[in-house]
């Protein structure tokens, strides 16, 4: 062991852009040291330096696919800091597509992604993970009400729900909790061609009862809340984060004519 073991210790994977760097920013202000995942290196390195003041940020740079990287990366937590608080299962690739156009390739690697990786990191996480530890898997509303063209991306967030449940149920009664991060659509570099659209920007305020977008910084707050002690007996939970969207039929006044 190189480093502290006085800070508490989070892996992130998909550190490198969008939900998962906004939140290594909200754990490294919050008084982490991160285990930083994806595949990016330059990015991860980037993020490391920006970090160091407050973070010790180390890098396992990978694809979540592969055999051994949920292994290398609570080593790396071990290693380093002799201690693992908290994993977020974040990495994900956004493949939107009905069932009858996802071909096999497609299928098999939205599970390999975004199911069977957050399964492996989680069982090897628990190896080393003791009271007070917390898991927090990133689903999507997609993976609750689902929408046009869900698909295998609704499937696996599904099934992220189950896994959600699972684990809350045999590692609670260890001080292990697990929940679920819900988010509605949030400008990333998922989402970014979307966003350029004046009809899908429209049609997103139209059905959101809130007055504003969502954004990778309301989803690192509410991930950074469920691992800290406020959040401690909120076990098993699917937490959606979109404005009301998937809970209500909003329509927003101007679109019906008021
Ligand atoms: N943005 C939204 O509207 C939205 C809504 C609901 C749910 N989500 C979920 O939020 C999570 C983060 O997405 P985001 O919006 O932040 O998108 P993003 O900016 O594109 O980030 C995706 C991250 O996942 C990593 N990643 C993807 N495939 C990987 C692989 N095979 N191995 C390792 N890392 C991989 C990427 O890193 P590298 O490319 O460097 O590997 C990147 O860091 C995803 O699970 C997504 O499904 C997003």
């Given at each position: 062991?190189?480093?502290?073991?006085?800070?508490?210790?989070?892996?992130?994977?998909?550190?490198?852009?969008?939900?998962?760097?906004?939140?290594?920013?909200?754990?490294?202000?919050?008084?982490?040291?991160?285990?930083a995942?994806?595949?990016r290196?330059?990015?991860?390195?980037?993020?490391?330096?920006?970090?160091?003041?407050?973070a010790?940020?180390?890098?396992?740079?990978?694809?979540?696919?592969?055999?051994?990287?949920?292994?290398?990366?609570?080593?790396?937590?071990?290693n380093?800091?002799?201690r693992?608080?908290?994993?977020?299962?974040n990495?994900?690739?956004?493949?939107?597509?009905?069932?009858?156009?996802?071909?096999?390739?497609?299928?098999?690697?939205?599970?390999?992604?975004?199911?069977?990786?957050?399964?492996?990191?989680?069982?090897?996480?628990?190896?080393?993970?003791?009271?007070?530890?917390?898991?927090?898997?990133i689903g999507?509303?997609?993976?609750?009400t689902?929408?046009?063209?869900?698909?295998?991306?609704?499937?696996?967030?599904?099934?992220?729900?189950?896994?959600?449940?699972?684990?809350?149920?045999?590692?609670?009664?260890?001080?292990?909790?697990?929940?679920?991060?819900?988010?509605?659509?949030?400008?990333?570099?998922m989402?970014?061609?979307?966003w350029?659209?004046?009809?899908?920007?429209?049609?997103?305020?139209?059905?959101?009862?809130?007055?504003?977008?969502?954004?990778?910084?309301?989803?690192?707050?509410?991930?950074?809340?469920?691992?800290?002690?406020?959040?401690?007996?909120?076990?098993?939970?699917?937490?959606?984060?979109?404005?009301?969207?998937?809970?209500?039929?909003?329509?927003?006044?101007?679109?019906?004519?008021?």
């Amino acid at each position: 062991m190189t480093g502290s073991s006085e800070k508490p210790v989070v892996i992130i994977t998909g550190a490198s852009s969008g939900i998962g760097e906004t939140t290594a920013r909200r754990f490294a202000e919050g008084g982490f040291n991160i285990v930083a995942v994806a595949r990016r290196k330059e990015r991860l390195q980037e993020l490391a330096a920006q970090l160091a003041e407050k973070a010790q940020v180390v890098v396992v740079a990978g694809d979540v696919r592969e055999a051994d990287i949920p292994k290398r990366a609570v080593e790396a937590a071990i290693n380093n800091f002799g201690r693992l608080d908290c994993l977020v299962n974040n990495a994900g690739a956004g493949k939107w597509a009905p069932v009858k156009d996802t071909d096999d390739d497609t299928l098999n690697e939205v599970i390999d992604i975004s199911l069977k990786a957050p399964f492996r990191f989680a069982r090897e996480a628990l190896n080393v993970m003791g009271k007070g530890a917390a898991i927090i898997n990133i689903g999507s509303v997609f993976g609750i009400t689902s929408g046009m063209a869900g698909g295998a991306y609704s499937t696996v967030k599904a099934g992220l729900v189950g896994m959600t449940r699972s684990l809350a149920c045999d590692y609670g009664p260890q001080g292990i909790r697990t929940n679920l991060v819900a988010p509605g659509v949030i400008k990333t570099e998922m989402t970014d061609a979307y966003w350029e659209s004046d009809y899908f920007q429209r049609t997103n305020h139209e059905i959101t009862p809130f007055d504003r977008e969502g954004t990778a910084d309301d989803v690192a707050n509410l991930i950074y809340f469920l691992a800290s002690p406020e959040g401690s007996y909120i076990n098993g939970q699917t937490i959606a984060l979109d404005g009301g969207w998937s809970s209500t039929k909003f329509v927003c006044a101007e679109a019906l004519g008021r």
